[in-house]
């Protein structure tokens, strides 16, 4: 059991001998982290089946895992409102959706292998919280910056245009274009990331989605969270309509519990 990518739910592995895995793991605590469960739904649709398994100084908080695993949106509903109960209170490593384990046995055997490790990375988010932001540019908007900033793109722009230009003039003007775009919008992340990193203790990129030029995860204070808020409100001020920032959070340190 790890916070990395979670284990293959029973019906996505191959069949074998073993019995299919009974516990559906939501986090990792320190064993006198508060508890306050009371009232959760857990994953499945199941009230009052939430429980711990405990090894040393060191908590899992678990339930019956349902069967037929699936990401329905009531389920993971309630794994993020879990996961943000407990992180109310302090550190947690929050366990990606569909972590399962066989039973307490293994549950306690992970603590028992890993609990350096868990204890280390709970001390580093002590304090801490997520948020998320993506960002995309209107691509009207950053292809008539290339036009304009461009002398190369503007002049096959024009020959294609008016019906001069020949197939090698589209083409060129397609690769040029797109080595601008690609270019302005890694020089937009970086400028982006830049001007939030100061209020965060850490950060990690991955890979943008569709249209977006940015999708990146900060590890926050949570003495600095409406800072942080406050930060990416005024940066979507400055930047305009013609840009798109989406900020989440505070959410479970998900991307800095591995």
């Given at each position: 059991?790890?916070?990395?990518p979670?284990?293959?739910?029973?019906a996505?592995?191959?069949?074998?001998?073993?019995?299919?895995?009974?516990l559906?793991?939501?986090?990792?605590?320190?064993?006198?982290?508060?508890?306050?469960l009371?009232?959760?739904?857990?994953v499945?649709?199941?009230?009052?089946?939430?429980?711990t398994?405990?090894?040393?100084?060191?908590?899992?908080v678990?339930s019956p895992?349902p069967?037929?695993?699936?990401p329905?949106?009531?389920?993971?509903?309630?794994?993020?409102?879990?996961q943000?109960?407990?992180?109310?209170?302090?550190?947690?490593?929050?366990?990606?959706?569909?972590?399962?384990?066989?039973?307490?046995?293994a549950v306690?055997?992970?603590l028992?292998?890993?609990?350096?490790?868990?204890?280390?990375?709970l001390?580093?988010?002590?304090?801490?919280?997520?948020f998320n932001l993506?960002?995309?540019?209107?691509?009207?908007?950053?292809l008539?910056?290339?036009?304009?900033?461009?002398?190369?793109?503007r002049?096959?722009n024009?020959?294609?245009?008016?019906?001069?230009?020949?197939y090698?003039?589209?083409?060129?003007?397609?690769?040029?274009v797109?080595r601008?775009?690609?270019?302005?919008?890694?020089?937009?992340?970086?400028?982006?990331?830049?001007?939030?990193?100061?209020?965060?203790?850490?950060?990690?990129?991955?890979?943008p989605?569709k249209?977006?030029f940015?999708?990146?995860?900060?590890?926050?204070?949570?003495?600095?969270?409406?800072e942080?808020?406050e930060?990416?409100?005024?940066?979507?001020?400055?930047?305009?309509?013609?840009?798109?920032?989406?900020?989440?959070?505070?959410?479970?340190?998900?991307s800095?519990?591995?």
């Open positions: 059991m790890s916070s990395a979670p284990t293959e739910s029973s996505e592995r191959a069949p074998d001998p073993t019995p299919d895995p009974s559906y793991v939501y986090a990792i605590t320190s064993a006198d982290h508060p508890l306050r009371d009232g959760l739904r857990t499945g649709g199941g009230a009052d089946s939430l429980a398994v405990v090894h040393g100084g060191l908590a899992a678990v895992a069967p037929g695993l699936r329905k949106r009531r389920d993971l509903a309630a794994h993020q409102e879990l943000e109960r407990l992180m109310a209170d302090g550190a947690v490593l929050p366990m990606r959706f569909g972590m399962l384990a066989p039973d307490d046995a306690r055997a992970a028992q292998e890993m609990g350096e490790e868990y204890t280390r990375r001390d580093e988010l002590h304090g801490t919280t997520e993506k960002a995309a540019r209107a691509q009207d908007d950053l008539r910056e290339v036009l304009i900033e461009s002398d190369e793109a002049r096959l024009e020959r294609t245009r008016d019906g001069d230009g020949s090698e003039d589209r083409v060129a003007l397609g690769e040029l797109a601008q775009v690609d270019a302005r919008q890694r020089l937009l992340a970086d400028q982006v990331v830049q001007r939030l990193s100061g209020l965060a203790r850490a950060q990690v990129e991955a890979a989605a249209d977006d940015l999708n990146v995860s900060f590890l926050v204070e949570r003495a600095r969270a409406h942080f808020t930060a990416g409100q005024r940066l979507a001020r400055d930047y305009g309509e013609a840009y798109d920032f989406r900020l989440r959070g505070p959410l479970p340190p998900y800095f519990a591995a």
